[in-house]
T-cell receptor, first 114, second 112 residues
Framework: DGGITQSPKYLFRKEGQNVTLSCEQNLNHDAMYWYRQDPGQGLRLIYYSQIVNDFQKGDIAEGYSVSREKKESFPLTVTSAQKNPTAFYLC?????????????FGSGTRLTVV | DAKTTQPTSMDCAEGRAANLPCNHSTISGNEYVYWYRQIHSQGPQYIIHGLKNNETNEMASLIITEDRKSSTLILPHATLRDTAVYYCIVRVLGSGTYKYIFGTGTRLKVLA
């Protein structure tokens, strides 16, 4: 079955450390996205990528970095520059170039800074 | 920055129809309306989408007004498992690609 996989499900990080969240999809989707969700809030866009080796900042990119070396993979690094990294992180993918398909989401990674 | 407006919360009795409204008055002529729902601590789940005509699938029905400025998601026989946050979304063009801006959604509580 095709889908989008995020790992790990739970992640704990000490202050000052960088941490990388994994997102892999086997849907052959062109575009991939990272969202952040805080308690009781909607999703806010961090970064997105339309094609391999290209990505753009979303609304809250500061303190985060991404790479898109393969079509299937879009890892997100939460750096020590992110002041309040504790949140629920969601990865999504979609077919680029058409509005007739929506997003497929992963099950999320809950990051806690200890 | 969200292009949609939804009520913050709604209650619905189990077995009754749940009607969730959404205003999207700035929608463009070729933009789809999407509905997703998110059960606590999970990724959002696609429900349905539409452009002009009313749509129905195994999960829900989507009614879009003729002027396309609003829509209603209908869950015909709500169950306790339908308790979730429901997001109505249209896309936004930014930096050469389309993005979906999620608002805070409607928190639907189905009551036994």
């Amino acid at each position: 079955d095709g889908g989008i996989t995020q790992s790990p499900k739970y992640l704990f990080r000490k202050e000052g450390q960088n941490v990388t969240l994994s997102c892999e999809q086997n849907l052959n989707h062109d575009a991939m996205y990272w969202y952040r969700q805080d308690p009781g809030q909607g999703l806010r866009l961090i970064y997105y990528s339309q094609i391999v080796n290209d990505f753009q900042k979303g609304d809250i990119a500061e303190g985060y970095s991404v790479s898109r070396e393969k079509k299937e993979s879009f890892p997100l690094t939460v750096t020590s520059a992110q002041k309040n990294p504790t949140a629920f992180y969601l990865c999504a993918s979609s077919i680029e170039g058409t509005d007739s398909y929506g997003y497929t989401f992963g099950s999320g990674t809950r990051l806690t800074v200890v | 920055d969200a292009k949609t407006t939804q009520p913050t919360s709604m209650d619905c009795a189990e077995g009754r129809a749940a009607n969730l409204p959404c205003n999207h008055s700035t929608i463009s002529g070729n933009e789809y309306v999407y509905w997703y729902r998110q059960i606590h601590s999970q990724g959002p789940q696609y429900i349905i989408h539409g452009l002009k005509n009313n749509e129905t699938n195994e999960m829900a029905s989507l009614i879009i007004t003729e002027d396309r400025k609003s829509s209603t998601l209908i869950l015909p026989h709500a169950t306790l498992r339908d308790t979730a946050v429901y997001y109505c979304i249209v896309r936004v063009l930014g930096s050469g690609t389309y993005k979906y801006i999620f608002g805070t959604g409607t928190r639907l509580k189905v009551l036994a």
